[in-house]
């Protein structure tokens, strides 16, 4: 690497969505001859992907701006927070650039406008690999099919931030599945905001790949991609009717039987409040019929507590729904009064401590059916994949985890494993997060 190579500190905040914008901007930064390094030091200037989605995500993205201004001193702002440039030059006025999600061009021309690059890039000493710059192990990667939500949730910010759904066209997204997968991805995690409403934009419209006609659709891109004989996992998927279809594909070992689903709430009247299917006992008997077809199928939810108008009869409602459902990993936030979000006009706001509170009983209750739920694996044989491997042994996860949220499976002593590898291991332990393996011999 030259000196006079130019170099770009980055940090991303927020969720795989905005994980994927950055590795977007860095892959073109990369093509124009940039240098990406991680350390304030020796960065020329600094970018930061913030992310808007509730306070504590805001807060935490202007005391990163803070910081990267203090040891570094040029800052470029992007992602869902910079959609407002106001609430960040306000506070810091410093940064060079604001611009909003998916700004992608502006912030690299940010880039060459505030740090010009005077090495004439060399694609042939300075390669960029073909599935572009990546944030994520070598072993798995987010897939990003769509952009932007057609909901208009009350509790939700996002379609200001990000528009309305915009589905990329399957070939796109079938070609840079299969880029990740000759890279060595042996892992796609599905992402969007809408993952099961892929499609709803272009009227299904068919597309191709690799000659062959595929409709832009979640069950036939689900087809697709359960060809490439690797994990397929799908996150933020909605409740509509056809995510029925997906099932059977589950259960055939298609794709993985994994469905991250954002529930939300188990009351009606708080679901219609927050504009979310409020059938929430029809949800429940789904629930019941997929398992039914899929008994291995892995259900991962997000809840809300403290929502506008939650009384106590709601909560219990939530908790005896959650008892019912028999979720396997449960996320749960207390209500954040975002600036801009419809259901801060909602009479009824609930006391920051009953918030707390009843956060406290949901996890109480979620942490029991948890370890319920791992404990019956105990003795069984399991495949799972590693993520990291220290003195102490390997890390890794069961098909019915995803990376960086769900639980671990942890190999102590296994030293000799590497990162990206399927192992066979026979489950010994549990609590209610993680288990405890031994590899699996043939005879296991």
Partial sequence: MSDSQKKVGFISLGCPKAL????????QLKIDGYDIVPTYQDADVVVVNTCGFIDDAKRES??????????NGKVIVTGCMGGDAKQITSIHPGVLSVTGPQAYEEVVGAVHKYVPQIKTHDPFTDLVPPQGIK????????????????HRCTFCIIPSLRGDLVSRPIGDVMEEAERLVKAGVQELLVISQDTSAYGVDTKYRTGFWQGTPIKTRMKELCAALGEFGVWVRLHYVYPYPHVDDIIPMMADGKILPYLDI????????VLKAMKRPAHAENTLERIHKWRAICPDLTLRSTFITGF????????????????????????????SAVEGAKANEIDGAVPEEVKQERFERFMEVQSRISAKR?????GKTMEVIIDEVDEEGAVGRTAADAPEIDGLVFLNGETELMPGDLVTAKIFQSDEHDLWAELAHPEQ
């Fill in 62 to 71: 202007l005391e990163t701006i803070g910081e990267a201004l203090q040891e």
């Fill in 374 to 378: 791992l404990q019956t694996k105990i």
């Fill in 135 to 150: 944030l994520t192990p070598r072993h798995y990667a987010y897939l990003k099919i769509s952009e932007g939500c057609n």
């Fill in 20 to 27: 994927v914008d950055s590795e977007r901007i860095l892959t």
């Fill in 308 to 335: 506008p108008g939650e009384t106590e009869q709601d909560f219990e409602i939530m908790l005896n729904w959650l008892e019912e459902a028999q979720l396997d990993r449960v996320g749960c936030f207390k209500y």
């Fill in 262 to 269: 954002p529930f939300q709430h188990g009351s009606p009247s």
